[in-house]
């Protein structure tokens, strides 16, 4: 028996493997052989997986819209915190870059993520903004605010 080279994912992609029934799998040649339209497998996969990954957008905000006063997170230490502010100084860091920052850290220091650290990642945050006097860093998606970072000395006021 030969070893099986997969061949690489384009950029940006990831490569998966899957299984679907034979009777779908030889309907589709079939089809294909004589259709005008022959049906892309690869692109049915990813419509389908595009709409849950929705799913789980939709359900994640709806949560979020939920929530009172949202999550509000004060880490175990302030570096994160601090790092994070750090990137509202350069100039070409846009939300999606700090958020992406933000989401390689907790992955970096986080081996063991808990539910809230989960989520923290994997909201489709598109703005972040810093609030200086309420020492604030907001993570919005879609208009709904999402959580907030603060530094721990933000809690020594109250």
Same mark, same amino acid.
Not at 16 to 38: A, C, F, Q, T, W
Not at 74 to 79: H, Y
């Given at each position: 028996?030969?070893?099986?080279?997969?061949?690489?994912?384009?950029?940006?992609?990831?490569?998966?493997?899957?299984?679907?029934? +034979? !009777?779908?799998?030889?309907?589709?040649?079939?089809?294909?052989?004589?259709?005008?339209?022959? =049906?892309?497998?690869?692109?049915?996969?990813?419509?389908?997986?595009?709409? /849950? %990954?929705?799913? &789980?957008?939709? $359900?994640?905000? *709806? $949560?979020?819209?939920?929530? $009172?006063?949202?999550?509000?997170? !004060? =880490?175990?230490?302030? $570096?994160?915190?601090?790092? &994070?502010?750090?990137?509202?100084?350069?100039?070409? =860091?846009?939300?999606?870059?700090?958020?992406?920052?933000?989401? *390689?850290? =907790?992955?970096? +220091?986080?081996? #063991? @993520?808990?539910? &809230?650290?989960?989520?923290? !990642?994997?909201? @489709?945050?598109?703005? !972040?903004?810093?609030? *200086?006097?309420?020492? #604030? &860093? %907001?993570?919005? /998606?879609?208009?709904?605010?999402?959580?907030?970072?603060?530094?721990?000395?933000?809690?020594?006021?109250?």
């Amino acid at each position: 028996m030969g070893a099986y080279i997969m061949a690489d994912a384009r950029p940006g992609y990831s490569r998966i493997m899957g299984e679907i029934p +034979k !009777v779908m799998h030889e309907k589709i040649i079939l089809y294909n052989k004589i259709s005008d339209r022959p =049906l892309n497998i690869s692109k049915a996969i990813e419509l389908c997986i595009r709409r /849950a %990954v929705k799913r &789980i957008d939709d $359900e994640l905000l *709806e $949560e979020a819209s939920r929530i $009172e006063d949202n999550m509000v997170m !004060v =880490l175990a230490s302030d $570096e994160i915190y601090e790092e &994070i502010k750090d990137d509202f100084g350069d100039e070409e =860091l846009n939300s999606i870059d700090i958020h992406k920052h933000f989401r *390689e850290i =907790l992955i970096r +220091k986080y081996s #063991q @993520p808990n539910d &809230i650290i989960i989520k923290m !990642v994997i909201y @489709p945050i598109d703005d !972040v903004k810093y609030d *200086e006097s309420a020492q #604030q &860093i %907001v993570f919005y /998606a879609k208009g709904i605010r999402c959580f907030s970072l603060l530094p721990s000395n933000h809690w020594n006021k109250y």
